[in-house]
């Protein structure tokens, strides 16, 4: 079946953020209701490192700063997504960063219902599925290079 939608292949970034004890921020998002890494769509005029970083601002009320480039990500399965008017698959750049001031734990807004550190190995039950099923894997390897999925 061949949707009458118009497609689009956009800019998107992804940012992991380990605290001292290497568990990972999540935000658990307000329009799905799922917990997941800080994301969000590159603006027109912006580099993805300034994308990154405005996205750390507004989903966590921290300024941050970009540790690494973990990879670039444009694989369909995990990076396409189906609104109403439109089909999107984004290439997103995916990167590490660390918050350059204490984390307010009761900051939320019209994006941000939660946020919380986890442990690697107790990650909730109702993550977004739509994030590459590699991206805590690529996170916590020591490849020199950038994954390219």
Known sequence: MTSSKPTYILPAVAIIIFNANNEVLLQRRRDTNKWCI???????????????????KEETGCKAEI??????????????????DKNVQYVTSYFEA?????????????ETLELKFFDQDSLPDNMSTQIDEHWLEDALSKQDSAFIR
């Open 67 to 84: 540790v690494r480039l973990i990879g670039i990500y444009s694989n369909p399965l995990f990076e396409t997504y189906f609104y109403s």
């Open 98 to 110: 660390k918050l350059t001031a204490e984390l307010n734990f009761l900051f939320s807004n019209e």
């Open 38 to 56: 800080i994301c969000g769509h590159v603006e027109y005029g912006e580099t993805v490192e300034n994308a990154a970083l405005r996205e750390i």
